[in-house]
Structures are given as structure tokens and as C-alpha cells.
């Protein structure tokens, strides 16, 4: 049987009560909530590392049979944030004017290696969408992390989406890792959030000076900052509803219009 330590987070205590495994419990809570978890994410949340997302915190309650408020405590106690104790210092660049914010956000896609965390579902500038294809295509220990706010918003994301299924097969495993994740959160309560991170840097676009829908500047934020986004990425996927075949997502995009065209 598994020995249970006192300095364990009471999230790992009930694990190991349970004599689960990190997989296993990851395997089980998404059977529970439907999302995307992975023993890594797991392994976060126990530590402290990560807070839980309110899906996945539900999730664990049933899975243990615990309240929210014992199983998390380490982590609602939790020091202050990266951005919370740095401050401006997260900062590495402001970005303007267009061209450099989507130079930033490829150099970006560019350095990643080990993980890429993409957010948001306006995207439809071709060089980006098509440096973050090449990444995909070329280096198969890199995993892939793309999390909707809602549909897309244009055909060009759509396209994009399929074209990633067609490079990799969500359902398959590289060295035993799920290297891409695809997936909507659809709860309008969810404001949109847009990035692009890696374990080494990422980029952050703004709301745009000149009008309502566009977001033509940005910032650069440091290693730290950067890293704190992907398991922020990371956790948003793991509560989002997947969309990882084609067939899912011509049915999802069947139920919405792009902008500029109409039922």
C-alpha cells in the first residue's frame, strides 16, 4: 500500500489514499469532466505549482469524495503570482507596431521545443499560423496546445485547425506523450484570452488603438512569465471540450458563421 506523508498537499494525500497513480488519476478525471488533463498537470496541481481550474476542481471532489476547501487548501494559500511579484520587470518588450508584434509572436513558435501554447480564436495572419504548421510537422517531441474561445472567427483558423489534424492524430502517443490538444471553451462566462507561449518566452497582443476588433500591439513577458502561461494554457485545454478529429470540427464549425458571411 502507498505511505501517505504528512507534508504531502491534502490533493496528493487523497491520491495516495486511493492508491492511484498520476496517469490514472488524470485518465479518471476526465472521464469525470471530459477534458484534457495529463499526469504533469496532476503533478502541478499537488505540488502547488498550479491552482485548478473550477472544472477540474469539481471533478476531483467527486473523484475523491472531498470538499473543495480541504483538497485545495495549499494551493488557495499559494504565494503571489510571477506578475504579481515581479511586476513590470515581466516585461520584456512593448510591441509596435503590427508587423513586429507578429514577428515577436513567430520568433516565439520558432524557439519552442518542448511545449506551445496557443490561445484565442481570431487568428488569421498566414505566417504565423504557418510557422506554428512547420513547428508541428517538423519537431515531433514538441507538444501542441490550441484552446478556442468559441468558433473561429475566421475561415483561415478553421483551415488552420484541419490542417493540424492532418500533420499529427491527437489520438496517437510519440514516446508515450499526447503531443497535440485541441480544444473550445464554450461558456460565455469565459472572457477570450489571447497568447502564444512557450517554456522559453511568449507574446501577449493587445486591444488595438484604432478599433474594435483588432489587436495590433503587444508585449513581450520574460522566461518566468512565459512558463506560467503554458501551465495556464495547459490547464484551460484540460477543462475545454476537445475537438481533436475532423469530423468534430466540421460539425462545430457547422454551427457558426465567420465574420462576414451569413445563414
Given at each position: ?67 473543495s476547501e480541504v483538497l485545495f487548501a495549499h494551493q488557495d494559500g499559494a504565494a503571489a503570482s510571477v506578475l504579481e511579484s515581479a511586476g ?163 460539425a462545430f464549425l457547422g454551427q457558426h458563421t465567420f465574420l462576414g458571411q451569413h445563414k
Amino acid at each position: 500500500m502507498t505511505t501517505v506523508n504528512r507534508t504531502d498537499s491534502p490533493l496528493k494525500r487523497a491520491r495516495l489514499a486511493t492508491n492511484m497513480t498520476l496517469e490514472e488519476t488524470a485518465d479518471a478525471l476526465n472521464a469525470i469532466t471530459g477534458g484534457a488533463a495529463d499526469a504533469s498537470l496532476v503533478s502541478a496541481w499537488e505540488s502547488g505549482r498550479r491552482r485548478t481550474g473550477k472544472r477540474n476542481r469539481a471533478g476531483l471532489c467527486v473523484l475523491y469524495r472531498d470538499r473543495s476547501e480541504v483538497l485545495f487548501a495549499h494551493q488557495d494559500g499559494a504565494a503571489a503570482s510571477v506578475l504579481e511579484s515581479a511586476g513590470t520587470a515581466a516585461v520584456v518588450k512593448v510591441l509596435t507596431p503590427w508587423t513586429d508584434l507578429v514577428g515577436a509572436m513567430v520568433d516565439v513558435v520558432g524557439d519552442a521545443r518542448d511545449q506551445l501554447v496557443v490561445t484565442g480564436s481570431r487568428s488569421r495572419e498566414k505566417a504565423y499560423l504557418a510557422a506554428i504548421e512547420t513547428a508541428v510537422a517538423q519537431r515531433p517531441d514538441l507538444v501542441h496546445y490550441r484552446v478556442l474561445y468559441g468558433p473561429p472567427r475566421h475561415r483561415t483558423l478553421a483551415d488552420h485547425l484541419l490542417r493540424l489534424l492532418e500533420l499529427r492524430d491527437p489520438a496517437a502517443r510519440h514516446n508515450g506523450v499526447k503531443t497535440l490538444h485541441i480544444g473550445v471553451v464554450e461558456r460565455a462566462e469565459v472572457p477570450e484570452r489571447f497568447f502564444v507561449a512557450s517554456e522559453t518566452a511568449a507574446v501577449v497582443p493587445l486591444p488595438s488603438f484604432h478599433g474594435a476588433e483588432g489587436f495590433d500591439c503587444g508585449v513581450v513577458l520574460s522566461r518566468e512569465a512565459a512558463v506560467g502561461l503554458v501551465h495556464h494554457g495547459r490547464e484551460a485545454c484540460a477543462s475545454a471540450r476537445p475537438l481533436e478529429t475532423a469530423g468534430a470540427i466540421q460539425a462545430f464549425l457547422g454551427q457558426h458563421t465567420f465574420l462576414g458571411q451569413h445563414k
